[in-house]
């Protein structure tokens, strides 16, 4: 790999990590109604809270929690993540009403959320910017998207095998190493910020965030015209536009307008947001298609990502090459249109099985998708200094988890709206919805290829050159990526 043992093994810690927390989110979708016949929790109303009590806090406070691994260390708030992840996995696993479990579930929202921000700070301070920067963020990229799929494949095998229990009681096992790693090998000496936390940015970032997934959340289960939904998205609106405000007005904010302002972070965290809410509801429109049109088991389901899996990790093992060779930028823009052309291949699903044309598409949109994340993850941490590391590492993550959450809710309103009930067979129907979406997914794919052709073109040489000439940080961790 290039990152000597010690960096090999730091990385593989970091990463197993981002592993684990992807997993988590996607392997109880599947168990879902096994939980529910085990704990009787009474429709899909309450049911789907074991969900929206994980998504909150996991989205909510990743701004927060970036920040604070800034100030106070990102080893530490690792570690802390990592123990309460494993800690509430185990009370999961455990539960025997339903308030444990939800209660459970937001617990490991919280402690996702300390792990997400701080674990892609980790990588970009650890690893210095360029080639090992890339490999080791094409290893994260890779990994994360194959812990979806992994989770969807593993809850139908685990639930249908042992018990829905060993979907959360396997993240305790898996928790439990990591953590060994991450007290054996993250280096214990960091620089940390000297400022005082912004109290007002973080209540109005965090309240409007949770705001913001909370009513997309809504928006998914209810409608866009659900009364409720539709006034915490004004909400959200209102508190974030204080956020911003605010920022600009207190000496020590939580998020510098100089970083948000900057073109990468901007049109960065765009194109992320683009390629994760449609890779994440084109994904959610393949499994209806496998289930609802093709009538495939859940089991079933789950193996026909398998291609998407495995593109994935090709993509990550190639991206740093193809960034050494055409540059982050460039490459970005090849990741979303690869995405974009595998959505828009899928407009020619059968309503017979054609598995050939399904692993092709599915590969594509896999390969892709990877590609546009790792490019974006290091276009956003592209310059910013080492001290702000966790900051971009969370604004990064809030544009993955908002961008999957809305992408989800309006592919999936359009597959509602456009979905024929009369005339046809319901295979039939269904499939007309689902074309009108993923024609929707593939559509936004290419604008986001055009945005970040039109305002992330800025050379490469030059960008490097730019970080070059900024004040170094004397006690940065690049010498672990050197070991």
Not at 112 to 120: I, N, P, Q
Not at 229 to 249: D, H, K
Not at 294 to 303: E, K, M, N
């Amino acid at each position: 790999m290039g990152f000597g043992i010690r960096g090999a093994l730091t990385l593989i810690t970091v990463c197993a990590a981002q592993f684990m927390i992807a997993l988590d989110f996607s392997i109880v979708t599947v168990a879902l109604p096994a939980i529910d016949r085990s704990l009787g929790f009474g429709g899909p109303g309450a049911l789907q809270w074991v969900v929206t009590a994980f998504i909150l806090p996991a989205a909510g406070l990743l701004l927060l929690f970036g920040r604070l691994s800034d100030l106070f260390g990102r080893r530490r708030l690792f570690i802390v993540g990592m123990v309460i992840v494993t800690v509430f996995s185990l009370v999961a696993g455990l539960a025997s009403v339903p308030w444990v479990l939800i209660a459970a579930r937001a617990g490991q929202g919280v402690g996702s959320a300390m792990v997400g921000a701080t674990a892609l700070a980790l990588l970009t301070s650890l690893f210095p910017e360029g080639p090992r920067r890339d490999k080791a963020l094409g290893v994260s990229g890779a990994l994360l998207s194959f812990g979806f799929v992994a989770g969807t494949i593993g809850g139908g095998v685990v639930t249908s095998g042992l018990s829905w229990r060993w979907t959360m009681l396997i993240l305790v096992i898996m928790g439990a190493v990591v953590l060994l790693g991450a007290v054996t090998l993250l280096p214990r000496h960091e620089e940390r910020r000297s400022a005082r936390l912004d109290v007002p940015g973080a209540l109005l970032a965090t309240s409007g965030l949770l705001a913001l997934v909370y009513g997309i959340s809504t928006v998914g289960t209810t409608g866009w015209t659900d009364p409720l939904a539709l006034s915490l998205l004004l909400a959200a609106v209102l508190l974030l536009g204080a956020f911003r405000y605010v920022e600009g007005r207190t000496k020590a904010p939580l998020a510098p307008l100089s970083i948000l302002r900057r073109r990468s972070v901007t049109w960065g965290g765009l194109t992320g947001f683009v390629t994760f809410g449609m890779c994440g509801g084109t994904t959610v429109l393949l499994s209806l298609y496998m289930q609802d049109v093709l009538l495939w088991s859940p089991l079933a389901t789950g193996a026909g990502f398998l291609a998407e899996g495995v593109a994935a990790i090709v993509a990550g093992a190639l991206a740093a090459r193809f960034i050494a060779a055409i540059g982050t930028p460039r490459t970005l823009v090849i990741g979303l249109l690869v995405q974009g052309i595998g959505t828009a291949a899928m407009l020619l699903l059968p309503q017979e099985d054609n598995l050939t044309l399904l692993l092709l598409t599915t590969s594509a949109l896999g390969f892709g998708h990877v590609l546009a994340v790792v490019s974006f993850i290091g276009t956003m941490t592209s310059g910013v200094s080492n001290a702000d590391q966790g900051l971009a590492g969370g604004l990064a993550q809030t544009a993955q988890h908002v961008g999957s959450a809305v992408g989800v809710a309006v592919l999936a309103a359009v597959v509602a709206s456009a979905t024929i009930t009369e005339g046809v067979t319901a295979e039939a129907g269904a499939l007309v919805g689902l074309r009108a979406g993923l024609l929707v997914g593939a559509l936004v794919t290419f604008a986001g290829a055009a945005a970040a052709a039109l305002f992330l073109r800025k050379p490469e040489s030059r960008a490097r050159e730019e970080h070059r000439n900024q004040p170094r940080d004397d006690n940065s961790s690049e010498a672990v990526a050197a070991t």
